[in-house]
């Protein structure tokens, strides 16, 4: 038997399905769909917020030699370590990207002034907001895990599949 769900889906559709939730769910911190596809998601969602809380704050000092109009400058620059790096690429190799809304009565160029920096903004919000959250979270509780919850609100009308919340805790 599989140790996963296969919800009635050729293997491409189900993965995409399954990113784009847990994409949903990790940028506007809660999503409505069914049970089934809510377990599912459940299951990604904590192992990569349990990858952001342990590696957010790795990172390395490095100096350079930068070299501007013939003179060159020692700097230090701030990295990040080897495993924060490869978990930063693994979350961008399984989230979409998400595009920053552009705020009311912001102009185009302030919007992109804004946006310059972050080429991957839901992978930034995970280092820098979740991570955080959950890491102090689980020392508060004692305890890893638990990130997420799932509601049921009942039967969808028209087929009765079970729909169900899933919230970030």
Do not use: C
Not at 125 to 148: H, N, Q, S, V, W
């Amino acid at each position: 038997m599989a140790g996963y769900r296969k919800l009635n889906k050729p293997s491409d559709q189900r993965k995409a399905m399954l990113r784009s939730i847990v994409t949903g769910l990790l940028w506007h911190g809660k999503v409505e769909t069914t049970l089934a596809r809510a377990k599912e998601a459940r299951s990604i969602a904590e192992k990569l917020i349990t990858l952001a809380a342990r590696e957010y704050d790795s990172t390395v000092t490095v100096k350079k030699v930068i070299a501007e109009d013939g003179d060159k400058f020692n700097r230090e620059v701030v990295n990040d370590a080897p495993s924060k790096l490869a978990a930063r690429r693994k979350m961008m190799s399984y989230l979409y990207d998400v595009q920053e809304l552009k705020e009311e009565g912001e102009s185009k160029f302030n919007y992109r002034a804004r946006t310059k920096e972050s080429k991957h903004p839901l992978v930034e919000k995970m280092f820098r907001e979740i991570g955080p959250k959950y890491r102090e979270r689980a020392k508060d509780l004692g305890t890893g895990g638990g990130y997420t919850r799932i509601i049921k609100k009942g039967p969808r009308r028209g087929d009765a599949t079970e729909m169900a919340i899933l919230e970030l805790v």
